[in-house]
């Protein structure tokens, strides 16, 4: 009877093992198949990082690009503006034409407050961008784009400006000659 039991035992025991032995065989595989999912998704997170680090490189870029044309454009409106101011002082000595060219010169610093109100809405907008991997990378790019808009306008607003100012020192000369 003892003999039967320990066979019992022991028979109760090894199908325990196998069982158990099976179990841990499929747990294996399992935690394995999880830390190849988890590997994966480790790669497209730092494929994503990497992703975001250049469209970063590209914003900064546009940035640079626009601080530059800004300088160019500040520069360049500074030399008018010199030039305006030299052709001012010969306008109020002949007494002609001088609340013409104060009107003209307060709406060009009215466009330039917008512009610059503009920019200051722009640096906000910045400011509140919030987004996953992908989502921040679609933002970027849409960034990027509104950058190109913003160079081409500026240029495109400082060649009119230049032409209007060159326009109007044109005028003045004009007017001192014959005075």
Not at 58 to 71: L, P
Not at 79 to 84: A, F, N, P
Not at 95 to 105: D, F, G, I, M, R
């Amino acid at each position: 009877q003892k003999d039967e039991e320990i066979s019992e035992l022991q028979s109760n025991s090894e199908a325990k093992v196998t069982a158990l032995s099976g179990e841990v065989s499929a747990l294996k595989s399992t935690v394995s198949e999880k830390d190849e999912q988890i590997a994966q998704k480790d790669e497209q997170i730092a494929q994503k990082d990497e992703e975001i680090a250049q469209k970063d490189e590209e914003i900064a870029q546009k940035d640079e690009e626009i601080t530059q044309k800004d300088e160019q454009k500040d520069e360049q409106i500074a030399q008018k503006d010199e030039e305006i101011a030299q052709k001012d002082e010969e306008i109020s000595e002949l007494q002609s034409n001088s609340e013409a060219k104060v009107t003209a010169l307060s709406g060009e610093v009215s466009a330039l407050k917008s512009t610059v109100s503009e920019k200051d809405e722009q640096i906000a907008q910045k400011d509140e961008q919030i987004a996953q991997k992908d989502e921040e990378i679609a933002q970027k790019d849409e960034e990027i784009a509104q950058k190109d808009e913003e160079i081409s306008e500026l240029q495109s607003n400082s060649e009119a400006k230049v032409t209007a100012l060159s326009g109007e020192v044109s005028a003045l000369k004009s007017t001192v000659s014959e005075k």
